[in-house]
C-alpha cells in the first residue's frame, strides 16, 4: 500500500503582508470564519495523507492555537529566518520511514481543497515511478506538490527561498493534473490579496 504524508509549512516570517511587524503573521488572519494555516490544514487532513506535519517557526504559539483539535504534528524549524527550503527539511526529517511521499503544502494558500490533493495522491498511487505530482492552474504548475521519497535527498539539499517546485525543474518525472480551481496558484501575500478574497 502506497504511503502518502502531508507537510503544512507555517514558520514564515509574512513580511510583504505585516510590512515587516514584529510577531505579525499572516496565517491567522481570518477568511471565511477561520485562520489561513486552518484552511490549509483542513485540505491536508482531508486528503487522507498521513501524518500531517505543520512544520512551524515565525509566531509559533499563535499558529498552533490556530490549529487546536486538529489531528496533527508539529515540526519546529528554528532556522525558519533562512527561508523556505530550511521548513521544507524539517518536515521532510519529520515524516516516518514508511512514508512513499509527501504532499508539501504552502499555508498561506486557502483555497487549496482537499479533493484536488487527493486528485494528486490518486495519480501517485496510480504511477508510483513518477518523481512528483502537481497541479497546473491555466498551464502553469501550482501547489501543494507530492514529492515521491526518490525526491527527498535532493529536496534535502536545497537552500535560501528555494521550494519544491526547483526540483521539478530539473528533469524530475512529473505528473500534472489540471485544475479549474484557482485556489492551487493563489496564495496571500499581502492585506489587499486578502481584503480581495473575502469580497468574493
Do not use: W
Not at 518525472?173 to 484557482?182: H, L, M, N, P
Amino acid at each position: 500500500m502506497v504511503e502518502v504524508a502531508a507537510i503544512v509549512l507555517a514558520a514564515g516570517r509574512s513580511t510583504r503582508f505585516s510590512g515587516g511587524a514584529a510577531g505579525a503573521t499572516k496565517l491567522v488572519a481570518e477568511i471565511d470564519g477561520a485562520p489561513l494555516v486552518r484552511h490549509a490544514v483542513n485540505a491536508a487532513l482531508g486528503s487522507g495523507a498521513r501524518p500531517v506535519i505543520v512544520v512551524t517557526g515565525h509566531a509559533r504559539d499563535e499558529v498552533m492555537a490556530a490549529l487546536a483539535g486538529l489531528d496533527v504534528r508539529e515540526a519546529r524549524n528554528a532556522d525558519y529566518a533562512q527561508g523556505i527550503a530550511s521548513s521544507v527539511k524539517a518536515g521532510l526529517a519529520a515524516l516516518p520511514q514508511s512514508v512513499d511521499g509527501a504532499l508539501i503544502f504552502l499555508a498561506d494558500m486557502p483555497r487549496v481543497t482537499a479533493s484536488l490533493a487527493r486528485r494528486l495522491i490518486g495519480a501517485f498511487v496510480a504511477d508510483p515511478g513518477v518523481d512528483a505530482v502537481a497541479p497546473l492552474v491555466e498551464g502553469r504548475r501550482g501547489n501543494p506538490v507530492l514529492l515521491a521519497r526518490r525526491c527527498f535527498p535532493a529536496a534535502m539539499r536545497l537552500a535560501g527561498d528555494e521550494g519544491a517546485r526547483k526540483l521539478l525543474a530539473s528533469g524530475a518525472r512529473v505528473t500534472e493534473i489540471v485544475s479549474a480551481s484557482e485556489g492551487a496558484a493563489l496564495d496571500i501575500d499581502t492585506p489587499e490579496t486578502l481584503a480581495a478574497l473575502r469580497g468574493r
